[in-house]
Nanobody, 116 residues
Framework: EVQLVESGGGLVQPGDSLRLSCTAS????????MSWVRQAPGKELEWVSA????????KYADSVKGRFTISRDNAKNEVYIQLNNLTTEDTGMYYC?????????RGQGTQVAVIS
């Protein structure tokens, strides 16, 4: 059974940083590209970033490019995203997702709230 458990969210102020983590189990993590997606209140899921199986390729949405950094540790079955210089527009529930798009399997999410 695929399981994804996100953590690391919180309540922060604009300009602050957070590091989100996702622990995966139940599938061949080391061979699977992973993404982070988010959902702001009242809005649809938005793809944020993705990383290929061996960290050789990373992709970012224009809205987070230069501020967020995705990484993974295949030995630990974990994927991370470093969120820097957060703005109120980054508020939402963040999910790690299997694959390159929003359509993969995802966990319960971790909440990020950026409040000025």
């Amino acid at each position: 059974e695929v399981q994804l458990v996100e953590s690391g969210g919180g309540l922060v102020q604009p300009g602050d940083s957070l590091r989100l983590s996702c622990t995966a189990s139940g599938f061949a993590f080391s061979g699977t590209p992973m993404s982070w997606v988010r959902q702001a209140p009242g809005k649809e899921l938005e793809w944020v970033s993705a990383i290929n199986h061996n960290s050789g390729v990373t992709k970012y949405a224009d809205s987070v490019k230069g501020r967020f950094t995705i990484s993974r540790d295949n030995a630990k079955n974990e994927v991370y995203i470093q969120l820097n210089n957060l703005t109120t527009e980054d508020t939402g529930m963040y999910y790690c997702v299997t694959g390159w798009t929003i359509r993969g399997r995802r966990g319960q999410g971790t909440q990020v709230a950026v409040i000025s």
